[in-house]
């Protein structure tokens, strides 16, 4: 097979975060014999000394409102832009570019245009749904990182089923850092006390994520447990809010806001469980994390969560929005080591098995390999 061309579009970056992760990840693990990559970012140039990170060419188009004139009056060299740099695949993320560059790239007579959705469609309103019925119209494929994604896909944008694939997010990062890690380090790191238990979660403070909701769980664990501290790994503009929460709930002396934390393995060797509490989930990369890191996960059974924790197994998953459920199976879990030992070690094998970096590459590529042979007459499946 010759060297397939893929451009990958994406609205901004933004390091650390959950789809420019698995991103990235999926451009450091390409053959460059088999593909040769190109990323372009909408607007928000990347630093210099970020972009050299990337094993690719990163260009940011400068696209502003998706409207403005500077938008529309570039709309011709952009396609000629594309044209010339005869690509066979355009892989494209999230709603501005999932608008802006499917017709640019079917104009500019790219084979295979691929949407690519990674959550449950918290952002979905009738507006925006009716853009996207329409544009998506001249795309070919979808890929969606769990099965309730492309479910939810399938529901509200109208696109054919046997035309939307499901690929899991990988887990990219050098898998021996998850269990090489000490909690005596970990403490010291993150300035956290010795001789305590922690519960904890790692999630961006947005409200989608509903921290908030862990500090009502953690609440109510510390009330039960006279040991136990909890720690909030992730940044975000709530953080004065959450603190104040944590306040009102007794609970600040308790609780370590730890802001966002880069090296997340030797974090996860702090942590007795971890703990999601988002209301809307593509395929947690935290719940794969918390697994590959020996932890047992207690979340709530919305959206993909249920493909990655098995109930009773791995972790454990309660009704969406019962804090005081996954309260109760926080402290079972806290008082019962050998089930904490038996889920991790679960959990951590399962995680290898079905989510590992060699997997999901050999996945993309029999997907890539795929369309690019059936071509747009015959689409593949």
């Keep these: 097979m010759s060297k397939l061309r893929v451009a990958f579009f994406i609205d901004s970056w933004r390091p650390g975060s959950g789809t420019e992760n698995q991103l990235k990840g999926m451009l450091d693990h390409f053959d460059p014999s088999l593909v040769e990559a190109e990323l372009f970012t909408l607007r928000n140039e990347i630093p210099p000394d970020l972009r050299r ?27 000629s832009r594309l044209r010339k740099g005869r690509f066979d695949v355009a892989m494209i993320y999230f709603v501005d570019s999932n608008l ?52 939810q896909v399938i529901l509200h944008e109208g696109f054919q089923p046997e035309r939307i694939h499901v690929l899991p997010n990988g887990i990219w990062n050098a898998e021996v850092g998850y269990i ?100 809307s989930e593509g395929l947690s990369n935290s719940l794969m994390e918390y697994a590959l890191a020996g932890v047992p996960a207690v979340t709530f059974d919305t959206g993909g969560n249920k493909e990655v924790v098995m109930e009773g197994e791995t972790g454990f998953l309660v009704q969406e929005g019962d804090t005081d ?39 993309i590529m029999t997907f890539l390999k795929g369309i690019h042979k059936a071509g747009r007459r015959n689409y593949y499946s």
């Excluded at 507006?127 to 309730?148: C, E, H, P, T």
């Excluded at 306040?247 to 730890?258: A, D, M, N, T, Y």
Aim: a positive charge.
């Design 53 to 79: 990170e990337f094993p690719c060419p990163v260009t940011c188009l400068g696209v502003g409102s998706l409207l403005s004139p500077k938008s529309i009056l570039g709309y011709a060299s952009l396609v």
């Design 100 to 151: 802006y560059m499917v017709p640019a790239c079917r104009w500019a007579g790219i084979e295979s245009i691929v949407i690519n959705r990674r959550d449950m469609g918290y952002w979905y309103e009738p507006g925006i749904l009716k853009k996207l019925q329409m544009v998506n119209r001249a795309a070919d494929y979808f890929l969606a990182n769990s099965q309730a994604v492309k479910n």
């Design 180 to 279: 090489s890690q000490s909690r005596e380090t970990g403490s010291n790191r993150f300035n956290l006390p010795l001789e305590k238990r922690f519960v904890g979660i790692t999630a961006s403070l947005r409200p989608v994520k509903r921290v908030d909701r862990f500090l009502q769980v953690a609440a109510v664990v510390s009330a039960a447990v006279s040991d136990v501290h909890f720690l909030v790994a992730g940044k975000g503009g709530l953080l004065p809010e959450l603190q104040g929460q944590a306040e009102k709930l007794g609970i600040g002396s308790r609780v370590h806001f730890l802001g966002q934390v880069d090296d997340v393995p030797n974090l996860l060797a702090k942590f007795d469980i971890g703990v999601l509490t988002s209301e």
């Design 325 to 363: 459920a996954m309260a109760g199976k926080v402290i079972d879990l806290l008082e019962d080591s050998s089930l904490r030992t038996r889920m991790a070690q679960r959990g951590r094998e399962e995680c290898l098995q079905r989510f590992s970096s060699e997997k999901i590459m050999a996945e």
